[in-house]
């Protein structure tokens, strides 16, 4: 019975032994699946990192260029407004011309 007991203790023991030394081996196992799950997921944001900085340069280049026509629109729009403004002023300018003429000449003649 002793030597019974003595075997109990020792298989028990080899048992708990494997049972540490087999949760080492997956322990390894899990740590190598999740280094490479991670090196997978790792290369997928590069990926799509990538892919978004690539579509928001084209945004980007897009939209600078809708800023550049936009802008080359308002240029020219001021500039015709300045024309008309300055037609105007012209117009304004040659009736008071005309004006001082015309009280210019009845002055002369009252004179």
């Given at each position: 019975?002793?030597?019974?007991?003595?075997?109990?203790?020792s298989?028990?023991?080899?048992?708990?032994?494997?049972?540490?030394?087999?949760?080492?081996?997956?322990?390894?196992?899990?740590?190598?699946?999740?280094?490479?799950?991670?090196?997978?997921l790792?290369?997928?944001?590069?990926?799509?990192?990538?892919?978004?900085?690539?579509?928001?340069?084209?945004?980007?280049?897009?939209?600078?260029?809708?800023?550049?026509?936009?802008?080359?629109?308002?240029?020219?729009?001021?500039?015709?407004?300045?024309?008309?403004?300055?037609?105007?002023?012209?117009?304004?300018?040659?009736?008071?011309?005309?004006?001082?003429?015309?009280?210019?000449?009845?002055?002369?003649?009252?004179?």
């Amino acid at each position: 019975q002793d030597k019974l007991a003595k075997e109990q203790r020792s298989s028990a023991l080899n048992l708990l032994k494997l049972h540490t030394q087999w949760r080492t081996v997956l322990r390894g196992a899990k740590a190598e699946e999740l280094r490479r799950d991670v090196a997978i997921l790792h290369q997928t944001f590069a990926r799509v990192t990538d892919c978004k900085d690539s579509s928001l340069v084209m945004d980007l280049e897009e939209a600078e260029a809708q800023h550049s026509r936009a802008l080359s629109s308002h240029l020219h729009n001021v500039d015709r407004l300045l024309q008309l403004q300055r037609c105007r002023l012209a117009c304004l300018q040659e009736g008071c011309e005309a004006q001082l003429e015309a009280l210019q000449a009845e002055f002369e003649t009252e004179r």
